[in-house]
């Protein structure tokens, strides 16, 4: 959702907030601003548009003070305007938020109540006017009123706060919102995510729910809102800044399409015993008795996550023959799904911070389930509930379109079923080296893959003016198809449906005539056959199909296509991390062709950490 950046030290705040909402940016482009404290006073500056637009505006107005916050909004409450930009304001306070604020109806009205004039219509305004009126009533300082504050607030948040009475300090807070503290050489930092603080510092401490901090240049102090002391543990981060750059590529998702392979091997690495087929995965929290003990594996995600978790239902019935389902984590907060305390429910989420992710595994845990969380961000929410974590190594993602982080939950998730599978004893010494053997080998296949890109890049061509797309796919080609037309419609805003071949008579093919292009994922697999008599059924009705196969798919393909896309021969478990490169690199450039925004398309935010 929206990104906050915090800099308290000795340096010119406004150039450093402004460069961590940069690589925030795409959290939120609806509008931004920043608070800047000379000492004295405090000066904001609010636009609406994207952070270009703020950063014009500083051109012309310097701001000086070594003391601010910023903000880049994706909007909840309110819509996209200048009045409703952060930061908000109330007598000496300023505020930035990221969340929904549950409540903010019946504050709002209280605070009118009490004679309160409100200038927007976010809910973000009434935290500013509730912390005003605690140091009217006598709360000593900034942080004791924010914490005073927050006792009447519900839902999610996280929030930075600055006081004209208190020059050189911010409180920051979160519940339910990500918030990460950067501890640098007498100066502090906050911000929404870790790209934002790295160029600073490489140590960070994450606030976990309830957390109130205040910062100061020397130093920092936490209490919970209920005014307990807490500490917490300031850990190294290793990704370097110049991860979150985009090394000479035109969109930061075609950088990361290519960095592809470099992840997956990061992800692997020291976790394969290859010789012995097995999979080293102590941090997991999946013991040898837990694994053997299993009822079910539960998968709940959202997305592209969820596309993921489908093929990891898929690989561990195969491998570790213990059944499996797959939940949207948005239905199952309020479906009050039944959990049994010998499930394994399997949280997965790229920030770690999705909150209805995060709600079904507090509801998991609550009913005495195990806990395994699949995320790429170090002591993110979900994992720090969990159980245990087994963490991607894909480094930052910036493009919102998430494309190496889905591929790096698929090497876990395979990974994953390979352990369950030799715990439980349901997968062979030899055949667990063949599938680790062919994942140990999936990134040089994706570099044969990528060095294709611009034959990706004609066939896109095809795809510009297309106004529905069909994906098709069987067994582990059906979520690969899903997420290709995730991402055709997320960055190229064209119509787009993923379907499972078999289902493709039971509706979808009312659909096809000689203007749809049907991409089918189809590598020459034991449903192979049955995946190419769909295709059959396509041309017969003037459908333009592009066929995503190996080479003896493609040879044994009697039909006339309009495109064939080669790829490398491996083992069908594999084939979904390999089968997905290709489908990214077609809706990258069908955006490019259209003209879209592709690292920041219209309405989607990266992390969804509000309902």
């Known amino acids: 959702m929206c990104g906050i950046v915090g800099y308290v030290g000795s340096k010119n705040a406004a150039p450093i907030i402004v460069d961590g909402l940069r690589k925030l940016e795409y959290r939120g482009y609806d509008s931004a601003g920043i608070a800047i404290h000379d000492g004295k006073s405090i000066e904001i500056v609010r636009t609406l548009g994207k952070l270009v637009k703020l950063s014009d505006a500083l051109e012309k107005r310097t701001l000086l003070g070594s003391t601010g916050i910023g903000h880049t909004r994706w909007a909840t409450h309110g819509r996209p305007s200048e009045i409703n930009a952060h930061p908000h304001s109330a007598g000496p306070i300023a505020v930035v938020h990221n969340g929904i604020i549950e409540n903010h109806v019946a504050v709002r009205q209280e605070l009118e109540g009490q004679g309160v004039k409100f200038l927007s219509d976010t809910d973000t305004e009434i935290v500013a006017h509730l912390i005003q009126r605690e140091l009217v009533q006598g709360a000593p300082n900034l942080f004791e009123a924010t914490r005073r504050s927050l006792l009447r607030v519900v839902g999610a948040y996280a929030i930075a706060v600055v006081s004209r009475d208190e020059p050189g300090v911010i409180v920051a807070a979160r519940n339910g919102s990500p918030l990460v503290v950067g501890v640098g050489e007498d100066e502090m930092l906050c911000g929404s995510d870790i790209p934002a603080l790295l160029a600073h510092t490489r140590q960070m401490l994450f606030l976990e729910d309830g957390d109130v901090v205040e910062l100061k240049a020397k130093g920092y102090r936490i209490e919970t809102v209920a005014g307990e002391k807490v500490e917490r543990k300031v850990k190294r981060i290793d990704w370097s800044a110049v991860q979150a750059e985009k090394s000479g590529f035109k969109h930061f998702m075609l950088k990361e399409i290519h960095e592809q392979p470099d992840c997956i091997e990061a992800t692997l690495r020291g976790r ?180 294709d890109a611009d034959y990706m890049h004609v066939i896109a061509k095809k795809l510009t003016h297309a106004k529905d797309v069909l994906f098709l796919g069987r067994g582990l080609g059906f979520p690969i198809a899903l997420e290709g037309a995730l991402k055709l419609k997320e960055i190229s805003y064209a119509h787009a449906e993923g379907y499972a071949a078999g289902e493709m008579k039971h509706g979808p093919i009312a659909l096809i005539d000689d203007q749809m292009p049907i991409i089918v994922v189809a590598p020459h697999d034991e449903l192979f056959e049955k995946t190419a008599s769909n295709v059959q059924e396509v041309l017969a009705r003037g459908g333009k199909v592009i066929m995503m196969s190996d080479a003896a798919g493609i040879a044994s393909f009697p039909g006339r296509t309009l495109a064939t896309i080669r790829l490398p021969d491996c083992d069908p478990f594999v084939a979904p991390i390999l089968y997905a490169v290709p489908l990214q690199l077609l809706a990258y450039y069908t955006a490019v062709h259209k003209g879209t925004d592709v690292d920041q398309p219209r309405n989607l935010a990266k992390s969804v950490t509000v309902e």
């Open 272 to 451: 394969i015993d290859l010789a012995g087929g097995d999979v080293y995965a102590a941090e997991i929290g999946v013991t040898p008795e837990l694994a053997r003990g299993l009822r079910r594996i539960y998968f709940v995600a959202c997305g592209t996550s969820h596309h993921a978790a489908m093929a990891g239902r898929y690989w561990v019935e195969k491998l570790a023959r213990v059944p499996a389902v797959v939940d949207l984590a948005s239905e199952v907060r309020y479906r009050d799904p039944v959990f049994f305390a010998d499930d394994l429910v399997v949280a997965i989420s790229q920030s770690g911070e999705t909150v209805d992710t995060l709600f079904a595994v507090k509801a998991a845990r609550a009913a005495g389930a195990k806990v395994l969380a699949i995320s790429n961000v170090v002591d993110s929410a979900i994992p720090r509930l969990a159980d245990g974590a087994l963490y991607t190594h894909a480094g930052p993602e910036i493009g919102v379109a998430s494309t190496k982080c889905f591929t790096a939950q698929l090497a876990a998730l395979l990974m994953l079923s390979v352990y369950l599978g030799r715990r439980r004893e349901t997968l062979s010494k030899e055949r667990a080296q063949e599938v680790l053997q062919a994942l140990w080998e999936t990134p040089s296949h994706m570099r044969d893959v990528l060095g």
